[in-house]
């Protein structure tokens, strides 16, 4: 019996994405470039069946989740701060760039439709924040930055949705120009509107759920109830379900019990991580058959409208930062938001403008065909994004180290001073706490004493982690200490459980606590 094709294509993407996974760190590039390449190359494997993606299962499988979790994660109080920087690079940025990207591709493939050209400029106007990010917050960049990259880019995931979806429309619809602006009021306000009902509804029923896993459940399903009615409807599936996650988020979590926290967020992280990288392995495994579709297409043609439109939008995001954005500044009433956003910050923020998986998302989600015909140019600009993705990761990506470094804005160590002092905050609280409770005589001496001791050893690590000096040869014996104890125990729980003294369930409770200890563990926690 010979393997069913579904099961070669899930097998590939597995080997795919372990391999990139270990290949990354190595070589030191952003993983999706390797699951591009790897998968790319998977794709004309001998006995490889050709890879057709319908569009439903992108808009349905990867959008609502991915566009929930940016909304949900975000941090309101920053994002509120640098609200006008955001605002004008997710609204007024994006809709220059769909349009910039649109003329420069018909410019360069004169046989596409405005609508088709719009829809591909609407994929290539969001910017994906994570490998920017990371790598910023990897070498201590400014946090402002990080913020406003993060704020900019859940917002312009939903304006070029919106663009995106009315190009849709558009394909089979004879729109003017004031139908155009009443649809989109009507597509924005009530996906916002409906939304936030979602977010409310969904409020009240968290906060009666104790159950970690029914909390999980619920959490998963919020992004789809957000999407699906409000796309029935007519509305903005990705702005409802963008509002829904942020009404959610910004209130105590999401309504989380502390039991419910790390796995929510551990869940949340592994989904978004596997969305992430099926996208691009499923874009790599495409390549086949984007590339038979490309045939009647001369590749110096190509190249040069790849060329084009890369260079367009790049030059647009540059410019925007450098230029317009802090003109932002002379609109009415008080704007400090630019008070200390110096040029060399502005040049960051427009060079950290790579495209990643909502650009892919977007663009695979175009129609095979309208009202029975083919929809003439859907593999060229599938081709086109695609690219300019790869271009903008290895382009800016890997680039955006050396920029921070000859910008000198990758040696602040304000981040990790910050945390640290939080937690010395909280944990000389807790200490305060113990000691109340021993003096009211809630605790007896022996009970205050343990937990005392432990939240002092917590404090004399944070204390040398904030030292100016701090004794790292101390810090590293601390560490093999914790590392030898919880070795210990785990071999002690191994032999009693292979002894008949303890139950599996036993072993598995008690061994989660000693994960919890395990610094190496700790680490990857948080």
């Given at each position: ?163 995106f979806g009315l190009a849709m429309e558009a394909l089979s619809t004879s729109y003017t120009p004031g139908h155009g602006l009443l649809r989109l009021a009507e597509v924005v306000v009530g996906g916002v509107a ?289 590392r030898e104890i919880v070795r210990a125990q785990r071999d002690k729980l191994r032999r009693m459980y292979h002894k008949g003294k303890i139950s599996a369930d036993t072993r598995r409770v008690v061994g989660r ?14």
């Open positions: 019996m010979e393997p069913s094709p579904l099961f070669i294509l899930g097998l590939a993407g597995t080997v795919v994405v372990l391999l990139s996974r270990a290949l990354a760190g190595r070589l030191g590039v952003p993983e999706a470039i390797l699951l591009v390449i790897l998968g790319g190359v998977a794709g004309f494997l001998p006995g490889m069946p050709e890879m057709h993606l319908p569009p439903q299962v992108v808009l349905l499988g990867f959008l609502p989740p991915l566009v929930y979790s940016a909304a949900f994660f975000t941090a309101p109080r920053e994002a509120k701060d640098d609200a006008v920087p955001i605002i004008t690079l997710a609204f007024g940025l994006t809709v220059v760039t769909t349009f910039a990207a649109a003329a420069a591709a018909r410019w360069a493939m004169p046989g596409l439709s405005w609508a088709v050209a719009i829809a591909f400029g609407a994929a290539v106007a969001p910017t994906d924040p994570v490998s920017a990010t990371s790598i910023l917050q990897r070498l201590n960049a400014p946090p402002r930055i990080v913020t406003i990259l993060e704020g900019e880019s859940l917002i312009n995931d939903g304006v070029a949705l919106t663009a409906y939304g936030l009902a979602v977010g409310f509804v969904i409020s009240r029923i968290r906060r009666r759920i104790r159950d970690p896993r029914s909390q999980i459940i619920v959490s998963l399903l919020t992004p789809y109830l957000a999407y699906v009615p409000a796309e029935n409807l007519g509305l903005s599936g990705v702005l409802a379900t963008v509002a829904a996650g942020f009404y959610l988020g910004t209130r105590g979590e999401g309504m989380l019990q502390s039991a419910s926290r790390l796995p929510g967020q551990l869940f949340w992280r592994t989904l978004i991580f596997l969305l992430e990288s099926a996208l691009f392995v499923l874009l790599g495994l495409q390549v086949r058959g984007i590339v038979h579709e490309m045939a009647g297409h001369t590749w110096p043609h190509v190249i040069l409208a790849v060329v084009v439109v890369s260079v367009v939008i790049v030059a647009v995001r540059l410019a925007w930062a450098l230029f317009v954005f802090p003109l932002a500044r002379y609109l009415p009433g008080r704007h400090l938001d630019f008070d200390h956003l110096p040029w060399p910050e502005r040049f960051v923020i427009g060079w950290s403008g790579m495209r990643g998986a909502i650009s892919l998302a977007i663009v695979l989600s175009l129609p095979v065909a309208v009202h029975g015909t083919p929809l003439r140019g859907r593999g060229e600009v599938i081709f086109l994004a695609a690219v300019i993705a790869f271009v903008t990761l290895i382009g800016q990506a890997t680039t955006l180290p050396a920029l921070l470094r000859r910008f000198g804005l990758a040696e602040s160590d304000r981040n990790r001073i910050e945390q640290m002092k939080a937690r010395r905050a909280v944990i000389e609280t807790a200490l305060t706490r113990i000691d109340e409770l021993a003096e009211k005589g809630l605790v007896d001496d022996r009970t205050a004493r343990t937990f005392r001791h432990l939240y002092e050893d917590r404090l004399e690590r944070v204390r040398a982690e904030l030292d100016d000096e701090p004794d790292e040869d101390r810090l590293a014996d601390a560490g093999m200490v914790r606590r000693l994960d919890l200890e395990d610094p190496d563990i700790r680490k990857g926690v948080g």
